[in-house]
């Protein structure tokens, strides 16, 4: 068994705890291509965008997740680099897919040594995920090229099934470890954390990813912010000593656990809580989504930046989770064809340029939610003006530049390609492609934010006040 050094990691994950690092190397995986890292007894971690958590159980390797594509081989020569053991289970946290693929390689290792292969676990509802994802391929084909700027994006059609199942909790035993399972809604329908009682490790899964909570993806099926926020509860009452998460660097110590998990349930509790109360006045959506505001401080916290996801996209998801569709504005209860409306406003207006030239004002006073509406109204009423098309570019680039999380930036990066391709004759995969950033987005190099800029505030210490607007 080979044990590479972890000094030089675990010390950079102690400089991002306390904000004087970004999460920039872990992501882009600096950090893995020297094989696993030892964290602890009998366990070690594959650091890279997803991650892998590796347990020596004396009777053969068990992994919690086991990556994405990109990942598989080198994690398969990460883990023969580690030990000769074989990989005797894997555990899925959830079905995204890049926590599921990388069995593959441990598979057909199995089966050209004639052994047996890894015995897969999940939770119930991962295999109707994966039924889902074969059925609307082209759907989050489109969805994450849109969210990643990633316009040769495929979704895949073809998965690694789990062998075992459960619904509420299940216990694993591998050799002299046991691997507690627990069923928990958030991020997904069907998340599960690990607990193991002998090492005192807790393993997440998305359910803590160094991020703000992902819990309102707009282009994503529903998620579950008050049973997230109870079990971050219930994962600080385990007074774990080693907390390994889905996405970004371990944490060590069971007061930065406890803390860490502790903030990310507060969050989640108070956007439900003021939600909940918005609406049992009788609030629109417009004024809810508008109304809730994030307690002071949260989101400076390393692990809370909102560089993913954020808080008025949970808020959005709220309404949608109690309230249904309906955002109470009773024109859009059954709402002309946007693009009629968009013509009406432009006539009204005295014309789709009248429109795009007053978005442009707006843009420059700074008014960029205004700036916006106008447009795109603009270019639903003239869809093929180039001068139209120009403005709506350079509105929504301005919009991608002002944002912090990827949902809002892969939308509105989008949006300004597309009109960008109007008004050059080209297309969006070239608009996409203009940039270095662009170009790199566009090769696949996915990643949970603008972890690489400080003005996003990721290396703000834990602490630090300020008030946050939802």
Not at 152 to 159: G, I, K
Not at 242 to 249: A, F, I, K, Q, R
Request: proline share 5%; aromatic share 8%.
């Amino acid at each position: 068994m080979t044990e590479h050094n972890s000094s030089g990691y675990m010390a950079y994950a102690d400089r991002v705890w306390s904000g004087e690092e970004t999460l920039l190397a872990h992501f882009t995986g600096a950090f893995a291509q020297d094989g696993l890292i030892a964290v602890g007894e009998r366990t070690a971690l594959f650091p890279a965008f997803a991650n892998v958590s590796v347990f020596d159980t004396g009777d053969g390797l068990v992994l919690i997740d086991s990556g994405d594509i990109r990942t598989a081989s080198q994690l398969h020569a990460s883990v023969r680099g580690y030990s000769s053991d074989p990989v005797s289970a894997v555990v899925y946290t959830h079905g995204h897919v890049d926590h599921v693929f990388g069995v593959a390689p441990f598979d057909k290792e199995a089966a050209d040594a004639q052994g047996q292969r890894p015995e897969v676990f999940a939770h119930e509802a991962v295999a109707a995920r994966f039924d889902r994802y074969r059925e609307t391929a082209g759907y989050n084909t489109w969805i994450n090229r849109r969210q990643f700027g990633v316009p040769s994006l495929q979704w895949p059609t073809e998965y690694r099934y789990p062998d075992t199942s459960y619904r509420d909790r299940l216990t694993v035993r591998r050799g002299e470890l046991t691997f507690e399972l627990v069923h928990a809604r958030g991020e997904t329908d069907d998340h599960t954390y690990v607990w193991i009682p002998e090492l005192r490790t807790l393993c997440t899964g998305d359910l803590f990813i160094w991020n703000s909570p992902n819990a309102g993806n707009p282009q994503k099926v529903q998620r579950y912010p008050v049973e997230w926020a109870r079990a971050l509860r219930d994962m600080q009452e385990l007074d774990a000593e080693v907390l390994l998460p889905g996405h970004g660097v371990p944490i060590l110590g069971s007061d930065r656990i406890r803390q860490a998990l502790g903030d990310t349930a507060e969050l989640l509790e108070s956007l439900c809580d003021q939600t909940r109360d918005l609406m049992n006045a009788g609030a629109r959506l417009d004024k809810v989504l508008h109304g809730v505001k994030v307690p002071p401080g949260l989101l400076d916290k390393p692990y809370l930046h909102p560089a993913y996801d954020e808080p008025e996209f949970v808020v959005r998801n709220l309404w949608r989770l109690w309230g249904g569709w309906y955002d109470q504005n009773p024109a859009n209860l059954k709402p002309a064809p946007e693009a009629a409306l968009a013509a009406e406003l432009a006539d009204a207006a005295g014309g789709p340029r009248v429109l795009a030239d007053r978005a442009g004002r707006l843009l420059a006073q700074g008014d960029l939610r205004l700036a916006a509406h106008l447009a795109e109204t603009a270019a639903l009423a003239a869809p093929a003006d180039r001068e139209v098309a120009r403005i709506r570019a350079e509105v929504f680039a301005r919009r991608a530049e002002q944002e912090t999380s990827t949902m809002a930036r892969g939308v509105f990066n989008w949006a300004a390609a597309e009109s960008a391709a109007v008004a050059e004759g080209t297309d969006v995969t070239t608009e996409l492609t203009r940039s270095d950033e662009g170009r790199r987005r566009a090769a696949g190099a996915i990643s949970v934010g603008v972890v690489d800029d400080d003005s996003c505030g990721c290396g703000t210490p834990a602490g630090t006040d300020t008030q946050q607007g939802a």
